[in-house]
């Protein structure tokens, strides 16, 4: 079982940074693939970042290539993400996910609550 922590959410204008960070509790982060999402009202849950179990491994949705950076601090247990040259469009609730590679993909089992992301134009 990992329960999940995001922190780091905010109002900034366009062009600004935000970090959001994910503390996950227990001792087996280091297995799992971290992953961060976002839903925007009115919209569908998309994917945004996802970081193998070591870090090595990184994947980043078309719309914030460039713009974000996921990481991760095993030692700590935390997940980020650095969102850099934001747009009004990344306004969202950001989630963070823990998951495993499954037969069918990735599986996100645990679930943050998320974090709020506003960003004026």
């Known amino acids: 079982q990992v329960q999940l922590v995001e922190s780091g959410g905010g109002l900034v204008q366009a062009g600004g940074s935000l970090r959001l960070s994910c503390a996950a509790s227990g001792r087996t982060f280091s297995s799992y693939v971290m992953g961060w999402f976002r839903q925007a009202p009115g919209k569908e849950r998309e994917s945004v970042a996802r970081i193998g179990r070591s870090g090595g491994s990184t994947y980043y949705a078309d719309s914030v290539k460039g713009r974000f950076t996921i990481s991760r601090d095993n030692a700590k247990s935390t997940a980020y993400l650095q969102m850099n040259s934001l747009k009004p469009e990344d306004t969202a609730v950001y989630y963070c996910?823990?998951?495993?590679?499954?037969?069918?993909?990735?599986?996100?089992?645990?679930w943050g609550r998320g974090t709020q992301v506003t960003i004026s134009s």
């Open positions: 996910a823990a998951g495993r590679i499954g037969t069918g993909g990735y599986e996100f089992n645990y």
